[in-house]
């Protein structure tokens, strides 16, 4: 262990080896109802540009500017164009179950989500194998009534997620 007198010294020694690289500077610890390190003393410190060195100019940590305004789910969405262009699938697919759904048994219905849409391929999602296979034999009539409505889809796929 250093003794106080000897950690100066040593120090004094590398201050007369490289005396540009040395500024002395005071840090004040909190005391009794003062701010402690927390309440962000730190930002009267200053700090230098050069790797190293003790601070020599004054640095302040600042905020980003914060937005004012709350944008909705929607609005957010719409000024980002990946997402607007996710939520335009979304929407067809959806749109594209409610052109069906009379098409399928009430029974079966809950049992069916509307799944992602790729160009013109349209998927479905279902909760069982046994869903899948009834599904199934309504596709050709989905796809008629998809085209009559104007819908382009070259190909439906059901796809058995469990729940």
């Not at 050069?50 to 969405?77: C, D, E, F, I, W």
Request: charge should be positive; hydrophobic fraction near 35%.
């Amino acid at each position: 262990m250093v003794s106080d007198n000897g950690a100066q010294h040593e120090q004094d020694g590398y201050k007369q080896a490289c005396p540009d690289q040395f500024v002395t500077t005071e840090v004040k610890g909190p005391t009794s109802g003062q701010p402690s390190v927390r309440d962000n003393d730190v930002h009267n410190l200053t700090f230098s540009n050069n790797p190293g060195t003790l601070p020599k100019r004054p640095y302040r940590m600042r905020n980003a500017p914060r937005l004012h305004s709350m944008l909705s789910l929607a609005q957010a969405v719409g000024e980002a164009p990946s997402l607007a262009a996710l939520q335009e699938r979304i929407r067809a697919s959806q749109q594209c179950l409610q052109i069906v759904r009379p098409l399928i048994p009430s029974t079966l219905r809950q049992h069916i989500k509307a799944g992602p849409m790729q160009d013109t391929e349209w998927c479905i999602l279902v909760t069982s194998a046994a869903a899948s296979t009834k599904l199934r034999q309504l596709l050709p009539a989905m796809q008629q009534v998809l085209t009559q409505n104007g819908v382009q889809v070259s190909a439906i796929r059901i796809k058995v997620q469990m729940a």
